[in-house]
């Protein structure tokens, strides 16, 4: 990973101050220009300056931008969506014909362990921060961030977390020391395993928990620490903590369900969300060949209109469920993509603000955790209190099952990123329609090909990494 850390390094010695709101123009950087990366973060405004910095990396397009919520869900269609776009990168994933030159396996890897280098570094800067609040913050953010990131990259360059089992299967390098130089860099990484990808994880958010404060406009807080970690054992099937953590965030966070589902993701940092991307007009993750607007939108001259919404997922709302009316499943007008066919309302808008974590899935969570330890009454009023949101039917005693509630969170999260993930941790097979001569089929969820190669380029700079099965 030579270039990456370095590059890395290289620009948070520049102070990135691209921050989530703070800047109208996109930062144009030459890693050439830097200053030396030892010295870049020498007082408390610059170690603040980074943080803000590491905040905008995660908005980049190859992070949580586009690829980190497109990808998991092009890959696991599962009779709900179609990707009718050209890109060869995303088609690959599609067709489960992915290699090792993949492009976005690259860049996802790449700027995921730059912002993850981001964080070391400011860890490692604290020292120089004296007021004693900002140290505490400082520090916890950098450990969200750093966990968030391993958490999606051992989700996908990994097999799925086995609930007790030894989980010694290849997970991705875990790095904790700050990378500033080429000498540094130049040091041969190699995979740990899942078990120990997800103990620092786990680690790090604990730590992010007891550090962050409660309240830190449009950053994270105490509770999107907790609210992360509910999400990370729910992926674990430990359901015993997520239903605690879900609990928590929902009953103390001062959190409340948006009036709409569609207001989520027309405002701004709702009263809903615990992490939102930060986006303008100005500055987004793309406009052209990249952004979520860009990939599923079709409004007249806008987006590619890459992704349809296929009328089987559309027709699991009900008659009066708002989540399959026009604000959130329209008729695309675009004209890259034929007129008439369904497409997602939740990404409209280049500039629009990217919800990660939100309160309506603290209800899911909970509800599911629930339904499992056996406490029906409990689940139903969850799973209850996110329908009647929308207008849809309240479910009944009767009717509620893991496969209602399972069907909920794809209902209320479709779109954001779980779905190629809520099929692993379920061991849910990916159902492939017919299509023309081919008759309908399953992919198991364990397939070698539903785990993203390790990049090429990082096995020939580091031989040390084992490449997955089947690449």
């Not at 690259?106 to 900002?134: C, G, K, Q, S």
């Amino acid at each position: 990973m030579k270039t990456i850390f370095f590059r890395s390094a290289a620009l948070l010695a520049l102070g990135l101050s691209l921050g989530l709101s703070s800047c109208d123009d996109k930062l144009d950087i030459d890693p050439s220009q830097s200053i030396d990366a030892t010295t870049a973060l020498a007082n408390e405004a610059n170690v603040g300056s980074a943080v803000v910095g590491m905040y905008a990396q995660l908005g980049g397009p190859t992070l949580y931008g586009t690829d980190l919520i497109l990808v998991p869900e092009i890959a696991a269609a599962d009779n709900y969506i179609q990707f009718q776009g050209s890109f060869a990168n995303y088609r690959q994933f599609v067709l489960r014909t992915t290699n090792s030159s993949n492009s976005t396996a690259e860049t996802t890897w790449r700027d995921a362990y730059e912002a993850i280098n981001t964080a070391n570094i400011i860890i490692d800067a604290l020292p120089v921060v004296t007021t004693p609040e900002l140290k505490s913050q400082y520090e916890g953010e950098a450990r969200f961030v750093r966990a968030m990131l391993y958490f999606e990259l051992v989700r996908l360059y990994g097999k799925q977390y086995e609930p007790g089992g030894a989980n010694a299967q290849l997970g991705v390098p875990i790095n904790l020391i700050p990378v500033k130089t080429l000498q540094q860099a130049s040091a041969t990484q190699q995979r740990a395993t899942v078990a120990q990808v997800y103990t620092q994880v786990v680690a790090d958010l604990t730590s992010a928990i007891a550090l962050l404060p409660e309240e830190n406009p449009t950053r994270a807080t105490t509770f999107t620490a907790k609210a992360l970690l509910a999400r990370v054992y729910l992926q674990q099937s430990n359901f015993a903590q997520a239903r605690i953590l879900a609990d928590d965030v929902i009953r103390n966070s001062g959190k409340t369900l948006a009036p709409t589902l569609s207001s989520v993701f027309t405002g701004r940092n709702t009263s809903e969300t615990l992490l939102e991307i930060q986006q303008n007009d100005q500055n987004n993750a793309g406009t052209a060949n990249a952004g979520l607007a860009t990939l599923f939108s079709s409004i007249g001259q806008q987006g590619r209109g890459d992704v349809r919404v296929l009328a089987a997922f559309a027709n699991l709302y009900g008659a009066n469920d708002a989540r399959g009316t026009a604000s959130l499943l329209y008729e695309g007008t675009g004209t890259n993509r034929a007129a008439g066919q369904l497409r997602t309302g939740k990404w409209i808008a280049f500039g629009q603000n990217i919800p990660l974590i939100r309160l309506a899935e603290m209800y899911l969570i909970r509800a599911e955790a629930a339904f499992r330890a056996g406490d029906i009454p409990a689940a139903l009023v969850d799973i209850n209190r996110v329908r009647t949101r929308s207008g849809a039917t309240p479910l009944t005693a009767p009717v509620l099952s893991l496969a209602t509630i399972l069907r909920e969170r794809q209902l209320e999260l479709a779109f954001e990123g779980f779905r190629l993930h809520d099929l692993k941790r379920t061991g849910t097979n990916i159902f492939v329609p017919a299509a023309g001569s081919s008759p309908a089929s399953e992919v198991p969820i364990t397939s070698d090909r539903l785990v993203l190669p390790i990049p090429l380029r990082e096995i020939n700079v580091s031989p040390g990494l084992i490449q997955n099965p089947g690449y």
